[in-house]
């Protein structure tokens, strides 16, 4: 079974910065993609970034870019989300998001899911 675990959350002061983590595991195959979604109380669940093999392909949503990056360690089976400027609008519970078939970037084309970390953003 594929196991996704994400880190890197916490408390920050608006116009800081995050660098969040997910580390997979489970599986020794190729490479899957990795995706991190957001979702707030209240509202829905939103996708934020993505990748797959380091420049092969990814996406930002349009929420995020310019302030977010999103990068990968194949070695360590790793993807990192770099937040700066941190907005009072970012704080949600992240998702890390996995799948074996790439076949798209929408939430329902990924099959797992890790149990989030918090992200509060505070004035």
């Known amino acids: 079974q594929v196991h996704l675990v994400e880190s890197g959350g916490g408390s920050v002061q608006a116009g800081g910065s995050l660098r969040l983590s997910c580390v997979q595991s489970g599986y020794t195959g190729h490479t899957m993609c990795i995706a991190w979604f957001r979702q707030a109380p209240g509202k829905e669940r939103e996708g934020v970034a993505g990748i797959y093999k380091s420049d092969l392909g990814s996406y930002l949503g349009d929420s995020v870019k310019g302030r977010f990056s999103i990068s990968q360690d194949e070695t360590k089976k790793t993807v990192y989300l770099q937040m700066v400027g941190l907005k009072s609008e970012d704080t949600a519970m992240y998702y890390c998001?996995?799948?074996?078939?790439?076949?798209?970037?929408?939430?329902?084309?990924?099959?797992?899911w890790g149990q989030g970390t918090q992200v509060t953003v505070s004035s």
């Open positions: 998001a996995a799948d074996h078939y790439c076949k798209s970037w929408r939430e329902a084309d990924f099959g797992y």
